[in-house]
């Protein structure tokens, strides 16, 4: 009877030890399915052929960025902010409603990813965006708990476009908020002051001349 209670102890200790080495292996496999789905694109890949593509199942990390005047664009592109009136709005589910000037916007920590922007059937633009993590906007206007959506709204007036974006898009900086391009000041006609960066979104998703971010709770 020792033996067996002997026995079953070591039996128990060596599933416990195989359970400890499975367990990072599998987590290590559970990752790498998780990043299965998006087709990594080779280096000099061809933008062209891109254009009917969905972004959210491609991998742009091996492309040279596409040269700023060489970029597409659609939509107004003649918007002219006065920067000397100009603020981002950042209301709704807030303690403190925020009114950002230009420089302000600009002082605050940035974040730069490069990111592919698909207009479907018309062009592919890959760039390196620079701009401020939404955040730190939901960070300084003390957002509330239990938030679910942000919408960004640009320009103001009768051309205003809008569009929703789910927290988690925005806790991990998939969608943040660009004031430069390819190291140069954002142009006019791709969306100065500043423009959404939406990445896995096409770019009708990416909103141009942005003036207000609204914090919502969506039941």
């Known amino acids: 009877m020792k033996e067996r209670r002997q026995f079953l102890k070591i039996l128990t200790a060596f599933f416990a030890g195989v359970g400890l080495w499975l367990n990072p292996v599998l987590s290590i496999l559970a990752s790498g399915v998780k990043k299965v789905g998006k ?63 230009y420089e302000k916007i600009k002082a605050l920590p940035p974040i730069e990813r490069n990111v592919l922007l698909i207009c479907p059937g018309f062009f592919a633009n890959y760039g390196a965006w620079k701009g401020i993590s939404i955040k730190t906007l939901l960070d300084l206007a003390e957002a509330h708990e239990g938030i679910t959506h942000v919408a960004v709204r640009g320009p103001e007036g009768r051309y205003e476009s809008h569009q929703r974006y789910p927290i988690e898009d925005i806790l991990s900086d998939k969608v943040f908020l660009a004031y430069q391009v390819n190291g ?22 990416w909103i141009k001349y942005v003036y207000k971010v609204t914090v919502e709770k969506v039941q």
């Open 39 to 101: 087709i990594i694109l080779p280096k000099g890949t061809d933008l062209r052929t891109l254009i009917d593509r969905n972004p959210a199942t491609l991998d742009a990390r091996n492309l040279e960025l596409t040269p700023l005047d060489e970029f597409g664009t659609m939509g107004l592109t003649d918007y002219a902010a006065d920067l000397d009136t100009w603020r981002l709005e950042v209301a709704g589910e807030v303690q403190k409603p925020l009114r950002l000037a």
């Open 184 to 205: 140069k000041p954002l142009p006019r006609k791709h969306g100065f002051p500043l423009r959404t960066v939406a990445e896995d979104y096409y770019g009708y998703d």
